[in-house]
Nanobody, 124 residues
């Protein structure tokens, strides 16, 4: 199995940027499809972005397309989420997730392992 630890969250003003990281340990990171999800207070957890095992393909939720970029460095066992032009509605706890199955899926139940999350707060 794999252990996931997110970092990089914080408080930022609207229009600002943050870069989230997800450090993986355990089984070979390159064997997992990866994704970022987020959960705002009182809302369900939702898909943000996904990436396949060799970084050859990515997909994004419509709400973040053009503003967020998902990437991974298999040599460093790390997943990233670059978030630009942040909006107050991006405020949420952000989670990274890993799957041994098919990559790029947006369903929560498609992912086998989850990190504990990192808080992102965007002020207006």
């Amino acid at each position: 199995q794999v252990q996931l630890v997110e970092s990089g969250g914080g408080l930022v003003q609207a229009g600002g940027s943050l870069r989230l990281s997800c450090a993986a340990s355990g089984r070979a990171f390159s064997g997992y499809g990866m994704a970022w999800f987020r959960q705002a207070p009182g809302k369900e957890r939702e898909f943000v972005a996904g990436i396949n095992r060799n970084s050859g393909a990515t997909n994004y939720a419509d709400s973040v397309k053009g503003r967020f970029t998902i990437s991974r460095d298999n040599a460093k066992n790390t997943l990233y989420l670059q978030m630009n032009s942040l909006k107050p509605e991006d405020t949420a706890v952000y989670y990274c997730a890993a799957t041994l199955g098919m990559s790029l899926r947006s369903r929560i139940d498609a992912y086998d392992y989850w990190g504990q999350g990192t808080q992102v707060t965007v002020s207006s």
